[in-house]
């Protein structure tokens, strides 16, 4: 049985409450708070509040006494919060309705006055845009740390040669460098992406107010300063209408859930007895409840897994925007737990990835066997053949009838007789054999961005500098943003 009551009229009451004769069923409010998801932003709605209450000075809307009184109040409140003597009110309607109401109860009168010239749909947009601009830097540098593991891995892996893939049939001989450089890459790209979303989100809404602003002399750009954003939004209705900050991003984390997703497939294939290229660490392995000799790659493949998660909260932001009209609508309450869900889930991946990959043990005997199978250096027999002047279409079927026979007689390409070479085409000399071993097939590549050994060191020097570039001397991220 529901256990039904009512919201009394105290300063703890709903923010709207004064609409009303009596407050809505308890059912109700269980039903429309969001004091569990948004409690997460407490600090930076302090923050803005404290920015709020300076605006509101300059103005000529509140006195220096209000201002200091709830800047000191606002910081009590955060401190104590930090401290763990003050708890976040559950039973509040959300996280702006229980920080008033508390500085309320702390200072009076003037805490009342904390809310001119601004609403809630402006005030949640500013709280979502801050807690995002710092969540984004925070994400970053765990990206960042990723990729410098990754450049360490290749460093030490120049030579080490191993079958490239497509299709999953063996294709051309790499190195380990090379291709964990091309995971590094990728989450390079997830990095810039969250830096041009973090640009667009980079405009202070707070004075749009409900939708149409205010006719109190706000001073939009001063508060924007004091928060260091880069200027404010154009239009009131849109900037509290607006949450494609929210949908950018979960799109970049949905990207780089991917590309986390496809690297823990390939760790999930060489860790099998078939490939044995990789041995992942007994802290980042798990193993069965009745198969004593099992070593399961379950981190890897929990990654993969947490991919769904992270595309169904940003399809749920998506669906959840589409038919609103404009201005704010309460649906866009909803957006919270599908942002933060998707956040949560990639950057726990991101740096779990980066420690099983860090502690891994690589095969790298075993890798380089494998390029001695599957006729990895066909290609390179018909670039051979180019160089001496045969078009390439040519080339490539003489190549193809030389594996064929090599197939016929089960054997490797650089185990046929030169005869067969010499009879496949006169343009052959002996030095073939020379040119058609894997670490020569891998030496040779040198277009930029290939797998030699001197092209891969530039790759890693790239990425180096790029890790070095985006490190901020202010990268040290406040501990306990978060309650």
Sequence with gaps: MSNHGTIT????AALWHGRFKEGPDADAVKFE???NDDMRMAFVDIMGSQAHAKMLCKAGLISETEKNQIIDGL????NDLKSGQLKVDLSAEDIHSFVEATLTDRIGEAGKKVHTGRSRNDQIALDEKLYLRHQIKKLQNEILNLISVLTKIALENKEVLIP?????QHAQPVTLAHHVCAWAWMFSRDFTRLSDAAKRADLSPIGSCALAGSGLPLDRAYEAELLE????TDNSLDSVSDRDYYLEVASDLAMLQMHLSRACEEIVLWSTTEFNFVDLSEKWSTGSSIMPQKKNPDFAELIRGKTGRVYGNMVALFTMMKGL??????????DKSSFFEAYDTVISSVRIFAEMIRTAKWNTSVMTASCDGGYLNATDIADYLVRKGLPFRTAHGVSAGLVRIAIEKNCRLEELS???YAAASPLFEKDIFDLITPAKCVEIRKTIGGPAPCEVQKQIEKLSAFVKENTSSK???????EI
């Design 9 to 12: 009229n105290d300063n703890h």
């Design 33 to 35: 708070t969001s004091i």
């Design 75 to 78: 910081e009590s409140i955060k």
């Design 164 to 168: 490239g893939f497509t299709h999953m």
């Design 229 to 232: 954003f880069g200027g404010v």
């Design 325 to 334: 009209p404009l201005a704010y609508d309460r649906d866009m309450q909803e």
């Design 418 to 420: 030169f005869e067969e």
């Design 475 to 481: 990268s040290n991220l406040i501990d306990d943003f």
